[in-house]
């Protein structure tokens, strides 16, 4: 039997969600459902990152983990620790699943990807603006022809800053942590609150009549069609959105790294990556 506080951990957690998740409509859905989705969410490292093909974050990928019997394993940052637990979660009878794997190498101590965090390398930066709204969690700050800064304490490592950056003024470091369990459940629910601000402001922003600025990212494309109802943001729109950035992310390293020197190779990487970004 679900205990009282079980219960009102999950009533907490998967109430007053932002207007993205309303699509969801978890409150219908049964009390022991309810209590996955929400043990799964708890589990997510909450990066947003969209790796796992969800272009608005980790708990719609809990919840298609629950409804809809997608795989486990596809969250990348989270590697085979996540993989594993959300596996007993489920209770899946299936074999093991192998983590997607990451273009991070493991940490040995905690069996993930190492972490990573952007830094925008501010001499180059052109104050251009667009890596502002990619940001889940409001970790970029600046304004309109001046330098921006990451805060990186801030910084959930996601990547989505690279591809909207159109001169390509970001590196991710690597970073070394040992975090303990309750330390990362700390840090976790963060992130996970902040993204929700973040949520809920751009929802404020967009209902703003005064607001002139345009929707640039997919969650914004997706908060606007929750608030509005004008707009229809599919799944497959949402993977295509991200399958583009990272492929954007790839061809501009590469034609960064042959305006220096000819490579026939990567000559040749490049057009094939331009050409499967075409037919997106």
């Not at 009390?31 to 980790?58: E, F, S, Y």
Request: hydrophobic share 35%; charged share 20%.
């Amino acid at each position: 039997m679900q205990s009282t506080t079980s219960k009102n951990s999950s009533h907490i957690r998967l109430t007053n969600l932002p207007i993205l998740f309303d699509s969801l409509n978890i409150e219908t859905l049964p009390a022991d459902v309810q209590a996955n989705i929400m043990r799964i969410d708890a589990c997510l490292p909450q990066t947003q990152c969209g790796l796992c093909n969800h272009a608005d974050g980790c708990l719609p990928y809990a919840v298609a983990i629950v409804l809809e019997g997608e795989p486990h394993n596809k969250c990348v940052p989270g590697g085979q620790p996540v993989t594993d637990a959300i596996a007993q979660i489920i209770n899946a009878d299936t074999p093991i699943l192998n983590a997607e794997s990451s273009k991070w190498p493991l940490d040995i101590t905690s069996q993930r990807p190492v972490e990573v965090r952007a830094v925008i390398r501010e001499d180059d930066c052109i104050g251009c603006t667009k890596c502002i709204p990619a940001c889940p969690v409001d970790a970029i700050v600046g304004t309109g022809k001046h330098m921006h800064t990451i805060f990186t304490d801030l910084c959930t490592g996601c990547e989505l800053c690279i591809a909207p950056c159109p001169v390509d003024c970001i590196d991710l470091v690597t970073v070394e942590r040992t975090l303990s369990i309750p330390e990362r459940t700390l840090e976790q629910d963060d992130l996970r609150q902040r993204y929700h601000t973040h949520l809920n402001r751009v929802s404020e922003q967009l209902a703003d009549s005064s607001n002139s600025r345009p929707v640039v990212s997919m969650v914004e494309a997706k908060l606007n069609n929750a608030a509005s109802q004008s707009l229809n943001i599919s799944e497959a729109q949402a993977k295509n959105t991200i399958a583009a950035a990272k492929l954007r992310s790839k061809i501009k390293k590469l034609e960064k790294q042959l305006s220096m020197r000819p490579n026939e190779n990567k000559k040749a990487e490049l057009d094939a990556l331009q050409s499967e970004l075409s037919q997106i």
